[in-house]
Structure formats: C-alpha cells, structure tokens
C-alpha cells in the first residue's frame, strides 16, 4: 500500500506540478520598514524648505517686504521668501544659475517687484547668457526677463526712484553699465563701467537719471542723459594725502552728499563729485554694505569687527555719518563679517559672511537668528534620523549642524575644528559617527553631544562611515582605498578589529546588509565590490550577492541603478543616490544640480526620470527621511540644504 502512495505521489508531483521555478522566490533587494501597508511609489517632489544663504562672496542681498512681516533672499539658483512668523518659505524658481544679486523696488507703484541677476556663460544670447530677472515676490510672477551682454554674470541691480528703470552691472571684462526699461524689456543706454571690478551701482533714492558705482579703487558719479551716459570721477584733491581705495558700498544723502565705504573701514562723504571728509575707521574691517533708509534718513553701516564693548559689525548713523549706534551680533564667532543690511519698522536685517540672517531690535540690540547656513562648503555628509523627521549635515566649514524640518530650523551645531567629509546615526538614533578629512573619526551621544569615543587610524579623508544594522560594528570607508571595522561592543577604544582587503580605489559609498554580515562598497574606480563582515574578506559568488538583501542602498553604481546614468554622463556625473525606505523609488543628485527621481531597481540603460532643479553645480549628498516623507539634498559649491516632500501616488 505504501509503495502505490508513495508513486501516486511521485506521479502527481511529475505530472501536475505547477509551472514555477522550484528556485526559493527572490529576496528583497532592500529590507523595506512599512511591509504590511501597500507601498506607494513616489510621483513627485515639492521644494518645502531650503537652508542657506548666499552671503560669502554676494552683498545687499537680503532685505524686508510687507513691513518686516516677510524677508526676501536667495542661495544657489533659488529666490526665497521667508515668513518671519511662521519660519515657511516660498521660491522662485525661474532662474537656471547661480543668483548672485537681488534688489526690491521701493516705489509704491511696484510694491514687492524684485529684481534678481544670475551668474552666466557666453554673450552669445543664448540660453546660457547671464539674465536678470524681474518678479512678484509674492505670487512669484515673472514680469520680465533681461537676457544681457554681461558675460559672465550680473553682480549688482539698483531701482530708480520711479520704479521704472533698472540698472545692472556686468562680470564682464569692461564691468558694463546697463540701463534698462524692465517692463518693456528694452536697453536704454550701456557703456563700460571700469577695467576693474565694480562692486555696486545704485540710483540716487530720489533720481531717475543720477547714479553711484563703487568698486576696485574707483568711485564714479553717473548722469543718464537721453541714451547717453554720462560720468565723472570722484575728486580727492581737497584732501590732504587723500588717495583713491578700493570701495565696497555706497549711500546717500540731502543735498547731494554721497558716502562710500571702503576696503580700509572708513567711509568717505562725497559733495557733488568731491570728497569733502573721511569718517576714519567707522569699522575696523571692510565696509562691505550700507543702507539708506528712505523714511529718515538714517544710514546703516556693516563690516568686518571683532565684537568689543564699544564696537558691534552693524552701526546705525545719523543722516551726516557724524553719529552713531554699534550693534553687537550675538553670533558667538571671534569675528563678525557683514554682507548686508537693511532696515525695518525699529529693526535691522543683517545678512553675514557665516551665511546667517538675523534681525537686531534697535532699542533693546536684542538679536534673533532667523537663518542659519553652512558658511562654507561643500556640504559632504548628511544622515537622516531613523525614525524622526531630523537631519545631520557635516561640511567642509568643521560643523556638524542637526535640522529639524517640522519646526524650519537648525536646532544645533558642533564645530570640530576640522572639515567633516560624511556622518551617519546608529540604528537607535542614539549616537553619531562623523569622519573628518584628516582620516579621525568621532562618535558622539546624540543626548549630550559627548564624545563617546575618537580614533585616527588613517591619515587621509573619511568618505563614509556607517553603523551595522545590528549595532555592533562600525565600517569606516577613506580615500586610502580601505574601510575598517570596529567592534563597538568593546567600548570607546575603538580598536580596529580588521578591514577589507584589496579595494582597487578610494571608497565613495557603503552600505550593510540588512543581516549585518556583508557590506558593499563602490569605489572611485567604478567597481561595486561586496564584503564579509567583519572578516574584509572579498565576496565574489555573484549568485549569493544577487540574494543579499540590503538594509539601506545609496550606490551610484550595480546593475541594479545602470538606468540612473545619462546618455552624456561622463563616469563621474552622478555622485550621489539613495533608495527609498519602500524599496521602489530612487534619487539621484549630479554634476549639474539635478535631483532625478527614478523607479527602484532600475536596470535598463537611460531609464526615464523626473528632474528637479534648484540647487547650482555639482550635489554631494542626497536621502530620504524616516517613511520617505521627505528628500533632503546637499550641494557643494552653494552650500545649501533643500527639503522636497514627497508626494505619493493615491491608493
């Protein structure tokens, strides 16, 4: 009897099997953290919330709208309008590069009109060609688009008292002095400037056809006359041993006073075209921004200055520069360098070299923080906490910063004295791993920012780092084409218990195993390479890495993510990428500020995509945030943070 059920079976299983591989079914590529609810593939990205300021090498750039209620900048290629209130922003996204100036129009007729100039290639008319901007603060409206013969770019714009005109200074070899009809669109006269670089020209707050321009040992008095311009030189001769600096920033006064400021700190006041006094070291450092203010009269000043009992970096004078009011900025920096200021309802807006914005109370010199940026880039590291909506950035300016998106702001910063190159949270959010330039690394406790434990072991940078799933090892990837293993399970020594052997390159991501037995590394020479933990032994069964499947995946290289790369890409276009935390969306950032937004795995060469622009060259990092709510990016050059939501496809 058993012999006849045991073929019956064997008969069944031969001839009524069904019509599958008897192979186990495929693991998950990446190990998904909301498996039970249906997953919703991502459709799109809103820019939420950009985190920098473009104050380094830019001046005059931040200023109030709405009686203060808002403040108007910009970083990377983006236009930001900031609620002083509730922290949320809106962009203006029109632009295609870097903005490097921005003025608000002051004439009631054009309430919150804005003009914005961008940097540019060729002089050619091309799209490429630098471009001013002419927009609606508020709905964000282009009014009108200026495409210039300023190659190079656009580093300073100025309203007439009317409203009506424009007028831009060019990058260009000659410094071009451009008078425009903005609403026409239409150049009314242009004439070179100087052979070397003007830094700001502004129209006499009461004149249409009267302008200032200031820059390297030059200081020019303008008419506009029909289509014609006309000049004159400013005139030292009244003073004794007087001689012609380098000039920064310009206001105005009644009856026809001018004051430049200058490279020295003094601020020199002009009569017609004369120099008739010095206000000698109004700062000890560079006058790098004045404000007119219209109502009054008053003039703001901003430079570089140790802060000092008497001595603040912003200074309100009377309408003769005679007198004045120091303001000291609570920054906590041994020195204060200001790029630009403007002046509210009993307040000044100050914008900084240090990429913050801050307002100062005018009679109680109280300051408030409303900006804060990394001050100098790139920005290379960036974590995304595990559960909450937080995110650590480490740059190359030596600070960690940790961002809390819900509430619009930085909610800390370490500076460590040297550039950080890459951080990352353990699983728990407990604690954070940051790897320096100079080969250190630091794990610090989240709850009282202490270091728990430092170890330099390699002597050049750290270019990712991260905790195992598991929590017990550490993987320290560096430029000397090695990662290394610590065993965090015995303690704040950190005694590397091995590394992997034979990497062809330096590392440029890694990524563990949901299981904590393996970790992938791609290289600089454009290998992906998989490694058993912790013994750094190479893993070359290709079968068996085809079955691993990955706690997190931010490589830019594996047949998994051929499809990321552009027909035009050279091998180093796409730097960073990162999956979503459902295993079915990928993003990528490049060489030429783009996030792309791709389906996860994406095999097939050239896949198709949606782009994202706003950031301007090259994007060093980029993730998701806990329940891929949000995408954080981070750009080099521009030194800024973007926060887009993501938008889920409907059930």
């Known amino acids: 009897m058993e012999w006849v059920t045991d073929s019956l079976l064997l008969f069944t299983v031969l001839y009524f099997r069904p019509p599958v591989s008897r192979a186990l079914p495929q693991p998950e590529k990446l190990q998904t953290n909301n498996v ?44 930001i309008l900031y609620n002083v209130a509730t922290g949320s922003q809106s962009f203006y996204q029109e632009h295609n590069d870097d903005i490097l100036c921005l003025t608000v129009n002051q004439h009631p007729k054009f ?66 002095i451009t008078i425009w009809k903005w609403q026409e669109g239409a150049k009314i006269a242009s004439r ?3 052979n070397q670089r003007i830094f700001v020209a502004e129209f006499r707050p009461d004149s249409d056809t009267q302008f200032v321009s200031v820059g390297v040992k030059h200081v020019r008095f303008w008419t506009l006359a029909g289509r014609a311009l006309l000049s004159k030189k ?16 310009v206001a105005f006064g009644a009856n026809n006073l001018t004051f430049t400021g200058t490279i020295s700190g003094d601020v020199c006041v002009w009569k017609d075209h004369v120099l008739i006094r010095i ?91 409303l900006i804060n940026g990394h001050m100098d880039g790139p920005i290379w590291g960036l974590a995304t906490h595990p559960s909450r909506d937080f995110f650590l950035s480490a740059a190359e300016d030596g600070t960690v910063r940790l961002w809390d998106i819900a509430e619009k702001k930085m909610l800390n910063k370490v500076s460590l004295g040297h550039a950080a190159r890459t951080v990352c949270y353990s699983p728990e959010g407990d604690m954070v791993a940051i790897g320096m330039k100079n080969g250190e ?9 202490k270091i728990w434990g430092k170890k330099r072991d390699r002597r050049s940078a750290i270019q990712d780092i991260r905790f195992s799933p598991d929590s017990r090892y550490l993987a320290v990837g560096s430029s000397e084409n090695a990662v290394d293993f610590y065993d965090l399970t015995l303690g704040p ?49 290709q079968a068996v890495i085809d079955r691993i499947t990955w ?101």
């Open 279 to 369: 206000v000698a070291k109004a700062h000890n450092g560079p006058v790098f921004t004045m404000y007119t203010t219209l109502r009054d009269g008053l003039i703001v000043t901003g430079g570089k200055e140790r802060p000092s009992k008497e001595g603040g970096a912003v200074k309100l004078w009377d309408q003769e520069l005679k007198r004045c009011r120091a303001f000291r900025l609570e920054t906590g920096q041994m020195t204060d360098c200001v790029r630009s200021v403007c002046r509210g309802k009993g307040k000044i807006l100050v914008g900084t070299r240090n990429a913050e914005i801050i307002e100062v109370g005018e009679k109680n010199a109280a300051c408030n923080i």
């Open 192 to 194: 070179a400037g100087h």
């Open 551 to 651: 706690a997190t995946w931010t490589s830019v290289l594996g047949d998994e993510v051929i499809g990321i790369w552009s027909r035009h890409a050279e091998k180093a276009d796409v730097n960073c990428a990162c999956v979503s935390h459902s295993g079915i969306n990928l993003v990528t950032g490049d060489d030429f500020g783009m996030v792309k937004l791709f389906d996860f795995p994406c095999p097939e060469k050239f896949a198709k995509h949606k782009r994202f622009l706003g950031h301007s060259a090259h994007l060093t990092n980029i993730r998701f945030t806990s329940g891929d709510r949000y995408v954080v990016s981070a750009g080099g050059d521009d030194c800024s943070l973007f926060v887009w939501k993501c938008v889920h496809m409907p059930h």
């Open 493 to 541: 020594t950190l005694n590397r218990v091995s590394y992997c052997k034979d990497i062809p390159s330096f590392v440029i991501q890694m990524d563990f195993s949901a299981d904590s037995s393996y970790l992938q590394v791609s290289t600089g020479s454009y290998k992906r390479q998989v490694y058993e933990v912790p013994s750094g032994k190479q893993l070359v069964d």
């Open 441 to 449: 690394f630091i794990i610090l406790l989240v709850t009282s920012l």
């Open 36 to 79: 039970g609810k249906k997953k919703r593939p991502i459709e799109d990205l809103i820019l939420e919330l950009v985190f920098g300021y473009r104050g380094k090498d830019c001046r005059n750039n931040v200023h109030y709208l709405n009686d203060g209620a808002d403040v108007i900048y910009h970083t990377a290629s983006i236009g």
């Open 234 to 249: 400013g005139l030292l001769s009244s003073i004794e041993d007087a001689r012609m600096q380098t000039m920064l920033s």
């Open 111 to 176: 309430t919150n009109i804005v003009a914005t100039g961008q940097v540019g290639d060729s002089a050619d008319m091309s799209a490429t060609a630098p471009s001013i901007h002419v927009w609606d603060a508020m709905n964000k409206q282009t009014l009108s688009v200026l495409r210039c013969y300023h190659s190079k770019g656009v580093c300073s714009v100025s309203f007439s008292a009317t409203g009506k005109l424009l007028l831009s200074i060019g990058l260009d070899p000659e410094h071009t």
